[in-house]
């Protein structure tokens, strides 16, 4: 079975995409060990993603599926260090929604987010969470709407980052809604900030 069959055969928020520079891999591949490279820091929901595909992956292909945390910029330092690599198939990188983004948000990039990879699989759909805490007057949806239409960029929403998907999910809520808030991004994405984003009103 090949590499992107044994991915494609356990779909497990994100997807995970290869460095594309038209080699073609050998029947025997792989050989070695491969890596899942993360572009956020490790305890997270993509870690326990990527642990979950590393050990079925692993399971498929008979050789060891390591996970290497290299979070910061958005995605942009994994992305890039993913780009400078040999084009073996032996690295892969687990992305999520800035993957896409960021070429419309950031001026310039040292790679293209289209051209310069591969998809290999789609592994699974997120849907954002709003939460607030428990002795809040917010009790639903609506309410929060009104608080932030009467309070205009004083209420507060944690997202994972700048620019990141749940950062950017705010905004386009707010922007509907007629409301504005602001963002307090938690760093490193960690379990304290999931994939859920969280309000506290």
């Known amino acids: 079975m090949g590499f992107r069959s044994a991915f494609a055969a356990r779909s497990i928020a994100a997807a995970v995409v290869l460095w594309y520079a038209g080699a073609v891999w050998a029947q025997a591949y792989p050989t070695r060990p491969i890596t899942i490279m993360l572009s956020y820091a490790g305890g997270g929901p993509t870690d326990f993603l990527a642990r979950t595909v590393a050990e079925r992956v692993s399971q498929r292909v008979g050789q060891p599926v390591l996970v290497d945390p290299k979070p910061g910029a958005n995605e942009r330092i ?82 994972s980052g700048v620019a990141t998907n749940t950062h950017l999910t705010m905004e386009l809520l707010g922007s509907l809604a007629g409301g504005t808030s602001r963002t307090r991004a938690m760093r490193p994405w960690s379990p304290r900030c999931s994939a859920a984003g969280w309000s506290r009103a």
């Open 78 to 159: 994994a992305t890039e260090y993913l780009r400078n690599q040999p084009a073996e198939g032996y690295l892969v990188q687990l992305v999520a929604v800035p993957h896409a983004t960021n070429p419309a948000i950031f001026a310039s990039l040292p790679y293209d987010s289209v051209k310069d990879f591969s998809a290999l699989i789609h592994l699974v759909d997120i849907s954002p969470i709003l939460s607030v805490r428990a002795d809040s007057p917010v009790r639903n949806f609506a309410d929060y709407v009104n608080l932030a239409k009467t309070k205009p960029g004083e209420v507060n929403f944690g997202s």
